[in-house]
């Protein structure tokens, strides 16, 4: 089973306060720490969990700057064989530009897979479009949401994708196909700074985008960037922690939840 | 080029509720709405729609986008190319959007949820909503939009008038992916939806050993406890907890919620709570935009001053 796998570095914006300069142009991104995407962690993870258990090997790609090369290692030190960078200073919001892209590469290269694993989405844009385009491209079956994989075999995989309050879909899918993976679907392992180390030494070719830029163009246009609007918002309790708590427990006690 | 297609999400016979965002947004841009349904029994508003188009084929077939692309192109070749797609921001509307993208080779600009009538551009959101970049396709022809539920419903248009019905059939079906069956959750013992007091709790809970101290804060209050989509992922809480779209859909008296920065897919399944708390060190973090009361800190500290002071009675 050869599976390809995509993983991209993003900012970890959790807990940072992100700031729009230069008139809605540009997001400062300057002091944001960055981490490999939630949903790639788990899509690696699960991609490696096939081979370990029934053979082949995992193929880490990666688009962004030198930097991504991040991904890649931690992909390797998770159990991937080899991984590419596509390397490009550019910001690809279009998940049509990076489709072609992709597809480009994989034409190019001729690399043979059975399956393509992306994840469901990347935190930072939240598209969740990029799987299904290179599937409709590629001219195979795609699957997105995928929680479980039953089995994957000679042709064909059974998987389960999560819809909503708890439902699932069991489905049949030919191979090769497209699976966005979603969180939750297994428990990525610990990956240690010696693994990542280590990982260093495995070969990863740096590719360069603008060798696979036929019909990559920005089918949309962003024009601004804007904070959310303002709501009422909520009411804040006292700064200090004492007197919150004591605030908050009258609340809950005004609301009949607790004596 | 003047009509815009609605795909309609079903599910299990039902026609659900987030389709009238999708034709809302229809109403806004002006444009005439055709809704693309499976043919059935559904229970759909028709006063806002000037067409319904049923295909025969089953709800699966239709939600599978290997088929859809057919279908998409049947009615393409008899009705034209539409204006725009529009598709709900969902597990299949995605999904299916996405690979009508890739096979059509057009735009497309996903969880839209605002539409500037003078720019002519779509909102979406990005980290998190922290931040909404406002797009627009770069040239002329069809694209496809996928809308955040709850978006649009404000914006529709009466007509009144009865949409044409129209029914397509002879679909070329594709099995390259098939539907087997659906799965059900495991029932566990406690129903989060009857809660009349959740304290609910998210990623920045930390690791598995956080989760006991909330359980056992839960208890001194009374409270159940739940949480949001990476506890339920790290599996410190059981999937039975999980408060969102994916999850459990609540509404009890008092939502607590601690360490929850407030994704979209969260805020749906909480926000119609009487009272909601929220207490995150981040004060840019969205759920303080739908709670009632705040604070900001650290929820660690919070959880141990109450604590103290409810043991201390």
Redesign the interface.
Known sequence: MNLLVFTKRV?A???E??R?IDDGNK?DLSKVPFKVNDWDN?SVEEAVRIVEKIGGTVTAVSIGDSESDEVLRRAIAMGAKDGFLIETENIL????AR?TLIYNFLKKEGLPFDAIFTGVQS???????????????LR??????VIGIDNIENGYA?V???????????????LP?VMSIQ??IN?PRYVSIMGIRKASKVERKVLKASDYQENV????????????L??E?????S?D??N??????N??KE????Q | MSYALVVAETRRNIFEERNMDSIGLCSLMGKDAFLLIPFGDYNVNEQYLNGIIKVKVEESMFLNPVVMVNILEKIMASHGKPYLMVFTNSASGTELASYAAGYFNVPIITDVSAYDKERGTFSKSYYSDKIFGEFKPSGEGTFIITVRSGSFKENLCDRNANPSLEIVEDVETNTTRTFMEFVEEEKSGIDITKAEFLLSIGRGTGNNEEVAEYEELAKLLKAVISGSRPVIDKLWLPKTHQVGTSGKTVKPKVYLAMGISGAFQHIAGMKDSDCIIAVNKDPEAPIFQYAHYGIIGDMHKVRDKLKEMLKEG
């Open positions: 900012p914006t959790q807990e306060e992100l729009i997001i788990y919001h279009d998940p049509n489709s935190e930072d844009d939240q598209f969740a479009a990029v799987g299904g385009i290179l599937a409709a491209k195979i079956p795609f699957v997105s949401m059974i389960r994708r999560e819809l909503e309050g708890g439902l699932q879909e069991r489905i049949k899918i030919s196909c969180t939750g428990e163009e920005n089918m949309i246009e962003l024009t601004r960037w804007v904070y959310p303002k709501k918002g909520a009411t804040l309790l700064p922690l004492e919150a708590c004591k605030e908050l427990l609340i809950l609301k009949g939840v607790y």
